[in-house]
């Protein structure tokens, strides 16, 4: 079992920036894949960006391309999302998830475990 839980959200203004952790438990991160989805109200859990269990090969969503950067400290079983000029659309709860496996990592499906969400919103 891994145990993930979220924080770093808030209300802020478009244009300003947030920084979203992700702390892990139970079992070696390192050995997880991870990665970042966002979902709102009514809709399917979108991917957002991933990570390998080493932190070098990285994908993102092309909403956030280029405007949030994903990256993990292993020896702090922390992944994080940096998250810059965020916009009214990015407004969702976010959720990261561990992947054992690393294939699928742009589907939730993809994702053995999930953390509980934190709730961003971005107001224009």
């Known amino acids: 079992q891994v145990q993930l839980v979220e924080s770093g959200g808030g209300l802020v203004q478009a244009g300003d920036s947030l920084r979203l952790s992700c702390a892990a438990s139970?079992?070696?991160?390192?050995?997880?894949?991870m990665g970042w989805f966002r979902q709102t109200p009514g809709k399917e859990r979108a991917f957002v960006a991933s990570?390998?269990?080493?932190?070098?090969?990285?994908m993102y969503a092309d909403s956030v391309q280029g405007r949030f950067t994903i990256s993990r400290d292993n020896a702090k079983n922390t992944m994080y999302l940096q998250m810059n000029s965020l916009k009214p659309e990015d407004t969702a709860a976010y959720y990261c998830?561990?992947?054992?496996?690393?294939?699928?990592?742009?589907?939730?499906?993809?994702?053995?475990?999930w953390g509980q969400g934190t709730q961003v919103t971005v107001s224009s």
């Open positions: 990570i390998s269990r080493g932190g070098v090969n990285i």
């Open positions: 139970g079992r070696t991160f390192s050995n997880y894949y």
């Open positions: 998830g561990a992947s054992a496996y690393g294939s699928s990592m742009s589907r939730p499906n993809g994702y053995e475990y």
